[in-house]
């Protein structure tokens, strides 16, 4: 079963919006990370939060983690249609192994 | 290589047959993941390698899924009889050792796209 659920599954806005996507988990974590993923393609690694760690940022991009609600934000400032691409959390468990995915948004930015 | 290698990147194969499917990791990475990704979904965990320790083989769907790595490297999904319900696209994964107990930053391959007719 899938550890993160993001939300909402699809987004469309225009280009030079804010985008934000949410992810929730069910069981305690050790960090918690973004990845996107162009159509047909691999994951790429955005950025990885800490389970000590409240907020993080990269670039355009902001997460935040609350551990008490079991959640987590990605938000991407200025969108660009380049940002089009679906993009998943991913849970670290306190085993330290593997990564469980959630099932993703599709973000759509339109120019 | 720079990167994560797979192969085949495209398999199309009848239903029944077996097929391998193969991961090159980023040279020096110990741990390597399969997942699967059916059209429009999320990644299902299939298997986990760290080292020499013994695999997590705790999310292959069926006995007709194995997976092995051999010297640490290289490593092959093979799936026995196939069925239609094994098309998806199959993801290979590595990362640097956890530091601690915290899983690390994994590198994706390109996936390997299975269709069972």
């Known amino acids: 079963s899938q550890q993160g659920e993001e939300d909402p599954q699809a987004l469309s806005i225009q280009e030079g919006e804010n985008a934000t996507m949410n992810c929730s988990y069910k069981t305690s974590i050790n960090n918690l990370q973004w990845y996107r993923q162009n159509s047909g393609r691999g994951l790429v690694h955005l950025i990885l939060?800490?389970?000590?760690?409240r907020e993080k940022h990269s670039g355009r991009l902001r997460v935040t983690l609350d551990t008490s609600k079991k959640s987590s934000s990605l938000l991407i400032t200025a969108s660009r249609a380049a940002d089009t691409a679906s993009y998943f959390c991913a849970t670290g468990n306190n085993a330290g192994n593997m990564l469980t995915f959630g099932g993703g948004t599709r973000l759509m930015v339109k120019p | 290589g720079a990167g994560v290698s797979q192969s085949p990147s495209n398999k199309v194969t009848e239903k029944g047959k077996d097929v391998e499917l193969r991961c090159d990791p980023i040279s020096g990475h110990t741990a390597l993941y399969w997942y699967r990704q059916s059209l429009g979904q999320g990644l299902e965990f299939l298997i986990y390698f760290q080292g020499n320790s013994a695999p997590d083989k705790s999310g292959l769907p069926s006995d007709r899924f194995s997976a092995e790595r051999t010297g640490g490297s290289v490593s092959t999904l093979t799936i026995q009889r196939t069925q239609q319900e094994d098309s998806a696209v199959y993801l290979c994964?590595?990362?640097?050792?956890?530091?601690?107990?915290?899983?690390?930053?994994?590198?994706f391959g390109e996936g390997s796209r299975l269709t069972v007719l």
């Open positions: 939060i800490r389970s000590n760690e």
């Open positions: 994964a590595s990362s640097l050792e956890p530091t601690g107990t915290l899983p690390g930053e994994l590198f």
